[in-house]
């Protein structure tokens, strides 16, 4: 604001607001220090806050693997040569993978069928078909539409929710921790 607008804007601060009067009377008689004579403002920051020291973040991967090994003892099956045990001991421990990971999956991911119709059904795949949806194997012409046998119905998750993993850096690439039994 120029001089002359500052100057009308006191003259009337004066002429009608009591405050404005006084302050305006303190500054002409010198109570007030000029505006030349005092110090710049230094604009005060507020304290910050501690900065914690941030979570190191883990793979994704890594913690759905741990929950596998956990609730379904899948690295352990995997890990395991199976040639010294006969088919019968092999489907054992396939029953309990296979239960436990199930589970999981459904737990952590809601999984559910994406063509929601019967396996070995007739279906028509249109012009409009995403590719990542439904995707054509054999035969396979250049355009659309086309009918063929549904041969899987594919997965789609419906949400995925994996657990927060809050563990120190120095074990970030544990999936299970060794076992010591104390006898």
């Not at 500052?6 to 002429?15: E, K, N, P, Q, Y």
């Not at 793979?59 to 010294?84: P, V, W």
């Not at 409009?128 to 659309?144: D, F, H, M, Q």
Request: charged share 25%; net charge negative.
């Amino acid at each position: 604001m120029g001089r002359i607008g500052l100057a009308f804007r006191s003259f009337f601060g004066v002429l009608f607001q009591r405050e404005t009067a006084e302050r305006v009377g303190q500054a002409m008689s010198g109570a007030v220090p000029r505006l030349e004579q005092q110090e710049p403002a230094v604009p005060v920051k507020a304290a910050a806050p501690p900065k914690s020291k941030p979570k190191p973040k883990r793979s994704d991967a890594l913690t759905l693997l741990e929950a596998l090994q956990r609730e379904a003892r899948f690295i352990d099956f995997i890990q395991e040569s199976l040639d010294g045990y006969d088919d019968a001991q092999v489907g054992a421990a396939v029953r309990e993978v296979h239960r436990g990971t199930r589970s999981l999956l459904n737990r952590f991911f809601e999984l559910k069928a994406v063509v929601p119709q019967e396996e070995g059904s007739m279906f028509e795949v249109t012009a409009e078909e995403e590719t990542a949806r439904v995707r054509l194997i054999g035969n396979v012409p250049e355009s659309r539409p086309v009918k063929g046998e549904l041969v899987h119905a594919g997965w789609q998750a419906t949400q995925c929710e994996l657990p927060q993993w809050t563990g120190a850096e120095a074990s970030m690439l544990i999936i299970a921790p060794a076992e010591v039994e104390v006898r």
